[in-house]
């Protein structure tokens, strides 16, 4: 199995809320580790579904305005499909981020297996195209490469305090247009926090752009979306900016 521990970029905090969902026949959250009677069981096979309620909690599995949210739609998938080693992974740092400090072994978990079930590439387990294209440039040798994971390895370990200050939910107004690019499978930096945001801010401009078949590696899974993304609602914003200068 190919590791998917490294992640381009980190999330927004999220907002949780108290939904009641429903989930594929079998899809299990942590706080459902009893096993159904054999009646219940019955009853969910004949439903074709399993009704959950959650609670509101940083790990709550729960569907917003555009789908599922949250740390537990990985631990949900895993428990569906039998996965001893995800379930263990993810229950280790549960509740998470809870109490205790966020450290880069932690995000890691709880951006793994929500990854590898679809979160970092939409409909992949692994994202090869984008982790092994070093391979293919002339430019880069073997300690090139291995020099990648080691940069962004220090990276983190240096903005890390910084990063976890930041905080963008009381932010109200900001004086630059805003664009959002958002990947509806996107469990790697869940977009559903940015489209919240996004409709409270008031700012000079400011326009988010779904992508229904991208989770977090958009420019790779939509290039032509993208691309026209960019032409239509970024450019004349670069074109005002000239005029306004001249």
């Given at each position: 199995?190919?590791?998917?521990?490294?992640?381009?970029?980190?999330?927004?905090?999220?907002?949780?809320?108290?939904?009641?969902?429903?989930?594929?026949?079998?899809?299990?959250?942590?706080?459902?580790?009893?096993?159904?009677?054999?009646?219940?069981?019955?009853?969910?096979?004949?439903?074709?579904?399993?009704?959950?309620?959650?609670?509101?909690?940083?790990?709550?599995?729960y569907?917003?305005?555009?789908?599922?949210?949250?740390?537990e739609?990985?631990?949900?998938?895993?428990?569906?499909?039998?996965?001893?080693?995800?379930?263990?992974?993810?229950?280790?740092?549960?509740?998470?981020?809870?109490?205790?400090?966020?450290?880069?072994?932690?995000?890691?978990?709880?951006?793994?297996?929500?990854?590898?079930?679809?979160?970092?590439?939409?409909?992949?387990?692994?994202?090869?195209?984008?982790?092994?294209?070093?391979?293919l440039?002339?430019?880069?040798?073997?300690?090139?490469?291995?020099?990648?994971?080691?940069g962004?390895?220090?990276?983190?370990?240096?903005?890390?305090?910084?990063?976890?200050?930041?905080?963008?939910?009381?932010?109200?107004?900001?004086?630059?247009?805003?664009?959002?690019f958002?990947?509806?499978?996107?469990?790697?930096?869940p977009?559903?926090?940015?489209?919240?945001?996004?409709?409270?801010?008031?700012?000079?401009?400011?326009?988010?752009?779904?992508?229904?078949?991208?989770?977090?590696?958009?420019?790779?899974?939509?290039?032509?979306?993208?691309?026209m993304s960019?032409?239509?609602?970024?450019?004349?914003?670069?074109?005002?900016?000239?005029?306004?200068?001249?």
């Amino acid at each position: 199995m190919r590791r998917v521990d490294r992640s381009p970029a980190l999330a927004f905090p999220r907002i949780a809320a108290v939904l009641t969902v429903a989930m594929p026949v079998m899809a299990m959250l942590a706080a459902c580790n009893r096993a159904p009677e054999p009646g219940a069981l019955k009853e969910i096979r004949m439903r074709g579904e399993l009704r959950v309620v959650t609670i509101n909690s940083p790990t709550t599995y729960y569907l917003g305005t555009h789908g599922a949210e949250g740390l537990e739609f990985g631990l949900a998938q895993a428990k569906a499909r039998n996965n001893a080693e995800a379930i263990k992974e993810i229950e280790s740092i549960a509740p998470y981020p809870g109490g205790k400090p966020v450290t880069r072994e932690r995000i890691i978990i709880a951006r793994k297996w929500p990854q590898f079930y679809g979160g970092l590439s939409a409909y992949r387990e692994t994202s090869p195209y984008f982790f092994d294209a070093p391979l293919l440039s002339p430019e880069y040798d073997f300690n090139d490469r291995q020099a990648i994971d080691k940069g962004n390895v220090f990276t983190l370990g240096r903005i890390m305090p910084e990063f976890l200050a930041v905080d963008y939910t009381g932010v109200r107004s900001f004086p630059i247009p805003v664009v959002m690019f958002m990947g509806r499978h996107d469990y790697t930096t869940p977009s559903e926090p940015t489209a919240k945001w996004l409709e409270q801010v008031k700012a000079p401009y400011k326009r988010g752009i779904w992508f229904e078949h991208s989770a977090h590696m958009i420019p790779w899974e939509e290039p032509g979306k993208t691309l026209m993304s960019l032409v239509q609602y970024v450019r004349p914003l670069a074109g005002d900016a000239n005029d306004a200068e001249r």
